[in-house]
């Protein structure tokens, strides 16, 4: 007999029993009803001795009883940000909830690092490194370009909106060297807003010049109490973004607000130019 009530979705927490990664755990939890996913509390560790087993079995109850959703754990040796992924994968995973303790470094682009992972995940990673309780998402900020990419990130918040029954605020931001490019965002901003708008959410757009694009979008976000932040990452790094960070780590780093990051789906054709 099918259970209609039974979670059809999972959210995967990675766990180090850091303060923050605990953190996460019960901002997960509204997340999870609301899109109808069990928890998955992994707690990856690197050596023998490390297992912490009675931790997690108790830490996985106690979730369960607070959060009133089912929560199940998994135990194993390995490297925490590639078995994350390798999990994500195998469970088809809605997203995975992550709480950032310190900032990423640049340097850490090329290591097994919170970016790399970051940039990896098969779907919706939203990283937490604020500490204010956020009991619902009444707001969500999605900044966005004219890249073909970036659009794919429009659906994504539309799903998110409905479940929390959120508006959408569409932020377009624009260099005042570059006149062509200004008006043409304009136009699509304002695009995006009666597309979200058909689809049942309530939405609004702005427009702005920016020099510091990471730094403006944190500033707007907080300025209209913003509850999530959608962004989308990039396909590919350039070498200098190697170095230096691509817009969206940057967001990441230095954002008091959760931040949900979206990997590009080239085989995802919904999300084309055509269904604006």
């Keep these: ?28 939890y509204n997340l999870a009803r609301y899109t109808n ?22 830490l996985t109850k106690k979730t369960q009883e607070e959060a ?30 992550v709480g950032v303790e310190s900032h990423i470094k640049s340097k850490d682009i090329l290591s097994d690092s919170a970016s790399e ?19 619902g998402c009444e707001n969500i900020l999605l900044p966005i370009d004219l890249s073909r990419d970036s659009r794919e990130k429009v659906d994504v918040a539309i799903e998110f909106a409905k479940y929390f029954g959120a508006a959408i605020r569409v932020l377009g931001l624009f260099s005042l060297k570059d006149e062509k490019y200004e008006n043409q965002l304009h136009a699509y901003v304002h695009q995006v807003k009666q597309y979200i708008k058909a689809k049942g959410v309530t939405c609004s757009n702005k427009t702005m010049p920016s020099e510091n694009i990471a730094e403006t979008v944190v500033e707007y ?4 109490e913003t509850d999530l932040i959608v962004i989308m990452n990039k396909p590919g790094l350039s070498v200098r973004e190697m170095f230096l960070g691509t817009m969206a780590q940057k967001v990441i780093d230095i954002s008091n607000i959760p931040v949900m990051t979206i990997n590009p789906r080239e085989r995802d054709s919904r999300y084309s130019s055509s269904a604006m």
């Design 37 to 58: 996913s069990k928890l998955l509390l992994l707690h990856v560790y690197e050596k023998q001795g490390e297992e912490r087993f009675d931790e997690i079995t108790a």
């Design 117 to 135: 992972m970051v940039r990896k995940s098969p779907c919706p990673i939203v990283t937490i490194r604020g500490r204010e309780q956020r009991d």
């Design 221 to 224: 976000a907080n300025k209209i």
């Design 68 to 97: 009133q959703v089912p929560c199940d754990f998994m135990n194993i040796k390995g490297n925490i940000y590639k078995e994350t992924i390798r999990v994500a994968e195998e469970t088809n995973a809605k997203m995975i909830v």
């Design 1 to 28: 007999m099918d259970n209609n009530n039974e979670p059809k979705d999972v959210i995967i927490i990675p766990l180090d029993f850091t303060e923050q990664s605990i953190y996460a755990i019960s901002q997960s």
